[in-house]
């Protein structure tokens, strides 16, 4: 597993979303390393880490890989930060080790309330349709550019070498069998992170939403929040999917504001 490490202090471990890597945070680890030591990694099966073959893309392991790390690099526990796909995996993490998650902020987190990519999910990781996907997606940099432009609010605010950032690792071979297996066993991974949920209302969370987001539904931000008893949303209004590319200040402002504070109360 390929992880970028930087800063000094507290450890806080930055968790990319199903279409991202380490990639995603790279306007975030400069300043968040002003106060911790930032550890932002490549899942394996994304980015520049390994693909294996027959990888066990559940939630559950996906959760477990990310503990293992911590166990590597000698962190006892951590701020967890994970956005998409990766806050899932982080409230999994927190479920798993509940006493080595001190914070977690989510941005735009899967989730159970969000009927976004419930239906897609089993389609898309068919017999049928799959092996097609495998096929035809590496050679596809068009669709990568479409992908990109619905998941942010306005592409005026997207710098110009994002999209090649994010396309560089997807030419690697194996770079779409992590995808499908996400897929393959989201509704059921929803289900396991809903009834485990209740293990984790203790942890401090911020949560982060852009207005527009055409992933994950903002109105599903209200029944997950009552899942947690200490509690923050911050609302980026305009702003897609992916606010650290988007408006990447405001964003690192809210997530520091959040380590700098301490315990928040429900608001």
Same mark, same amino acid.
């Given at each position: 597993? /390929?992880?970028?490490?930087?800063?000094?202090?507290?450890?806080?471990?930055?968790?990319?979303?199903?279409?991202?890597?380490?990639?995603?945070? =790279?306007?975030?680890? +400069?300043?968040?390393? =002003?106060?911790a030591t930032v550890y932002a990694v490549d899942m394996p099966g994304t980015g520049f880490s390994d693909r294996p073959a027959h990888l066990d893309?559940?939630?559950? !392991?996906?959760?477990? =890989?990310?503990?293992?790390?911590?166990?590597?690099?000698?962190?006892?526990?951590?701020?967890?930060?994970?956005?998409?796909?990766?806050?899932?995996?982080?409230?999994?993490?927190? &479920?798993?080790?509940?006493?080595?998650?001190? =914070?977690?902020?989510? $941005?735009?987190?899967?989730?159970?309330?969000?009927?976004?990519?419930?239906?897609?999910?089993? @389609?898309?990781? *068919?017999?049928?349709?799959?092996?097609?996907?495998?096929?035809? !997606?590496?050679?596809?940099q068009i669709a990568h550019g479409f992908f990109l432009r619905r998941l942010v609010g306005d592409m005026r605010r $997207?710098?110009?070498?994002?999209?090649?950032?994010?396309? !560089?690792?997807?030419? %690697?071979?194996?770079? @779409?069998?992590? /995808?499908?297996?996400?897929?393959? *066993?989201?509704?059921?991974?929803?289900?396991?992170?809903?009834? !485990?949920? +209740?293990?984790?209302?203790? %942890? +401090?969370?911020?949560?982060?939403?852009?207005?527009?987001?055409?992933? &994950? *539904?903002?109105?599903?931000?209200?029944?997950?929040?009552?899942?947690?008893?200490?509690?923050?949303?911050?609302?980026?209004?305009?702003?897609?999917?992916?606010?650290?590319?988007?408006? +990447?200040?405001?964003?690192?402002?809210?997530?520091?504001?959040?380590?700098?504070?301490?315990?928040?109360?429900?608001?």
């Amino acid at each position: 597993m /390929r992880y970028l490490q930087s800063g000094s202090g507290p450890a806080l471990l930055l968790l990319h979303g199903l279409l991202g890597y380490s990639f995603s945070w =790279r306007f975030a680890m +400069p300043v968040f390393a =002003r106060q911790a030591t930032v550890y932002a990694v490549d899942m394996p099966g994304t980015g520049f880490s390994d693909r294996p073959a027959h990888l066990d893309c559940s939630l559950r !392991a996906c959760a477990e =890989r990310l503990l293992r790390l911590l166990d590597t690099v000698g962190v006892s526990s951590c701020d967890l930060l994970g956005t998409s796909h990766g806050g899932a995996v982080a409230m999994m993490a927190a &479920v798993l080790a509940p006493d080595r998650v001190r =914070r977690l902020i989510l $941005v735009a987190p899967v989730n159970p309330w969000s009927a976004h990519g419930k239906r897609f999910a089993a @389609f898309l990781s *068919s017999g049928a349709i799959s092996p097609l996907i495998l096929w035809i !997606a590496p050679h596809m940099q068009i669709a990568h550019g479409f992908f990109l432009r619905r998941l942010v609010g306005d592409m005026r605010r $997207v710098r110009p070498d994002t999209l090649k950032g994010y396309s !560089a690792p997807l030419a %690697i071979t194996g770079a @779409f069998e992590y /995808r499908l297996g996400v897929l393959r *066993s989201w509704n059921q991974d929803l289900k396991e992170l809903k009834s !485990a949920l +209740p293990r984790i209302a203790h %942890i +401090p969370t911020l949560f982060i939403w852009g207005s527009m987001d055409a992933a &994950v *539904s903002l109105e599903s931000a209200a029944q997950l929040r009552q899942q947690f008893k200490d509690c923050r949303l911050v609302i980026f209004d305009g702003v897609g999917h992916l606010p650290y590319e988007e408006v +990447p200040e405001e964003f690192n402002r809210a997530v520091a504001e959040f380590l700098s504070r301490g315990r928040l109360g429900n608001l």
